[in-house]
T-cell receptor
Framework: DTAVSQTPKYLVTQMGNDKSIKCEQN?????MYWYKQDSKKFLKIMFS???????INETVPNRFSPKSPDKAHLNLHINSLELGDSAVYFC?????????????FGPGTRLTVL | TQLLEQSPQFLSIQEGENLTVYCNSS?????LQWYRQEPGEGPVLLVT?????EVKKLKRLTFQFGDARKDSSLHITAAQPGDTGLYLC?????????????FGKGTLLTVNP
């Protein structure tokens, strides 16, 4: 059983298009995250949600809109895609509480904007 | 803004050699985690260190958290080709619902047979 799953695995699209990435976790965790990993492998947090509520928004452009229909799902919709949005996007989840919560990552979605 | 400086960025060694990866910050973290990422996959947690001065061992890997909880190191003894991957350190800022990880830029390790 996959703990954190993302779809699609690969996404190739034209500049200006709108696209969505879906994420689901079956670990029963309260918190979910979206990260962006650039071409230099730098992993940066974008958003975190706790029980469907937005907790962290790391100054991400308004073109990015996360949606959490329930605590097991966190989707990412991106409007008006730009070349600089090309990256690998990772979804992750963790159980809230404590100082050392492990984050479980999905396999990533490689987005290429042409 | 909390920053984690990780070094070296790239490391290519021969099988059997030892290596150390460093993770430094001017900020204090409540805990520090080390992840390993293989191509086409997400990062996977190796270890979490919480207490200043803590040392944890995972087979040939030794992790240390600095006394002031601002830095950490990962030492691999007798590296093997299977150790090849991207190693990421990540500092945790706080607990509760505001829990957030700040990642270093990673160390890409290649162990040649």
């Amino acid at each position: 059983d996959t703990a954190v799953s993302q779809t699609p695995k690969y996404l190739v699209t034209q500049m200006g298009n709108d696209k969505s990435i879906k994420c689901e976790q079956n670990l029963g965790h309260d918190t979910m995250y979206w990260y962006k990993q650039d071409s230099k492998k730098f992993l940066k947090i974008m958003f975190s949600y706790n029980n469907k509520e937005l907790i962290i928004n790391e100054t991400v452009p308004n073109r990015f809109s996360p949606k959490s229909p329930d605590k097991a799902h966190l989707n990412l919709h991106i409007n008006s895609l730009e070349l600089g949005d090309s990256a690998v996007y990772f979804c992750a989840s963790s159980q809230v509480g404590g100082a050392g919560g492990e984050q479980f990552f999905g396999p990533g979605t490689r987005l290429t904007v042409l | 803004t909390q920053l984690l400086e990780q070094s070296p960025q790239f490391l290519s060694i021969q099988e059997g050699e030892n290596l150390t990866v460093y993770c430094n910050s001017s900020s204090v973290f409540s805990s520090l985690q080390w992840y390993r990422q293989e191509p086409g996959e997400g990062p996977v947690l190796l270890v979490t260190v919480v207490t200043g001065g803590e040392v944890k061992k995972l087979k040939r890997l030794t992790f240390q958290f600095g006394d002031a909880r601002k830095d950490s190191s990962l030492h691999i003894t007798a590296a093997q080709p299977g150790d090849t991957g991207l190693y990421l350190c990540a500092g945790a800022s706080s607990g509760g619902s505001n829990y957030k990880l700040t990642f270093g830029k990673g160390t890409l390790l290649t162990v040649n047979p």
